[in-house]
């Protein structure tokens, strides 16, 4: 019944910054996760940044201090704030919710379809 719409992907410059959000609904309970993931064709899934049901902050360690994830109060929304974009960080940017691990390696258990975030040279 959890479902997730991710939105605000697109294309920016080198350095630039862009903002993308995720819809969360069909949740029981309003203490959950939400997390975000990217993924490029032939690589593994990266994790990227999470908050907890609790408010605590995730992030990996590559991507600390220019990134940012942010919960919106009264709505179930999520958001990823990326400045200082490179080629680098094109990538299909995924949702997830329900996850385990936040500390560790991320589990979710749900996801969503996904956005295309492409930064040009």
């Known amino acids: 019944q959890v479902q997730l719409v991710e939105s605000g992907g697109g294309l920016v410059q080198t350095g630039g910054s862009l903002r993308i959000s995720c819809e969360a609904s069909?949740?029981?309970?309003?203490?959950?996760?939400m997390a975000w993931f990217r993924q490029v064709p032939g690589k593994e899934r990266e994790f990227v940044a999470a908050v907890s049901g609790a408010g605590k902050i995730y992030f990996t360690d590559s991507l600390k201090g220019r990134f940012t994830i942010s919960r919106e109060t009264g709505e179930a929304t999520v958001f990823l704030h990326m400045s200082s974009l490179g080629p680098e960080d094109t990538a299909v940017y995924y949702c997830?919710?329900?996850?385990?691990?936040?500390?560790?390696?991320?589990?979710?258990?749900?996801w969503g379809r996904g956005t295309q975030v492409t930064v040009s040279s």
């Open positions: 997830a919710t329900h996850c385990a691990s936040l500390g560790t390696e991320p589990d979710c258990h749900y």
């Open positions: 069909g949740h029981t309970g309003d203490m959950y996760s």
